[in-house]
């Protein structure tokens, strides 16, 4: 059942996201070094989570690994709390993570065309970082409204 889940999973959303099966690689090699990740399941999410899954019973869930690579949880020492999760609170947490980051993005820009800053190599790295996160948040934010295309709203 649980690759069954996986294969329908790969099949409805490999069209609809861009290098589907590197991201996917990727969350394997996530999911496989997480602390959370107990060899069969996620023991940082509660089973009625709403989660990419691809398999969950009364207690374990199952993530299937494009949810790991969109997981912010993932860590190398746990921290004990467990906690119910949706699709769209994860989307809500990437929506506010792109509107901190464009606000300190714009701040650094205006201090970027201050002459006083303007050859700031702290500032200007900083700024080069930023970006990147942005362009992270807002890629994942794309991924996660494919997924909830296909799931309707899990
Ligand atoms: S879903 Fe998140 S917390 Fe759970 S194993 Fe994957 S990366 Fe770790």
Known sequence: MEEFTK??????????????????????????T???YDGGSCIKFRSNSKILAVWKNDTKITPHAL???????????DD???????????????????????????????RLNDVTFASSVFIRKRYNELLDIL?????????IKAILSITKGM
């Open 7 to 32: 294969i329908s999973i790969d099949l409805a959303l490999s069209t609809k996201i861009k290098n589907y099966d590197r991201l996917v690689s990727e969350g394997e090699s996530k999911m496989k």
């Open 34 to 36: 997480c602390v959370f």
């Open 80 to 110: 004990g709390d467990r906690i119910s999760l949706t699709m769209y609170d994860l989307y809500l947490f990437y929506m506010e993570l792109r509107a901190r980051i464009e606000r300190e993005a714009v701040k650094l820009e205006e």
């Open 67 to 77: 949810f790991c690579y969109l997981c912010p949880f993932y860590a190398f020492r």
């Open 135 to 143: 362009n992270d948040a807002e890629d994942k934010i794309d991924i």
